[in-house]
């Protein structure tokens, strides 16, 4: 599926390897995800803790970010 937004082309696609995340940009750049957007650790859920409604107070997981140079075809 591809779209517009701004004049940037957005588009996105479905792969069999589903752990690997990665967005490529048509300005030349691939970032690739580790763990996709699952970076925050489990917290338990309760009217007493921050982080059930404060995303700021979640801990997050260890993750990397690349920005990779690709030549654009």
Do not use: C
Request: proline residues 1%; charged residues 20%.
């Amino acid at each position: 599926m591809n779209s517009s937004i701004n004049g940037d082309r957005f588009g996105f696609g479905a792969s069999p390897n589903f752990h690997a995340r990665s967005i490529t940009t048509n300005h030349g750049w691939k970032v690739s995800l580790d763990r996709d957007l699952d970076i925050f650790q489990w917290f338990e859920s309760s009217a007493l803790n921050a982080a059930t409604n404060l995303q700021e107070a979640r801990l997050t997981k260890g993750y990397k970010v690349s920005f990779i140079r690709v030549d654009e075809a």
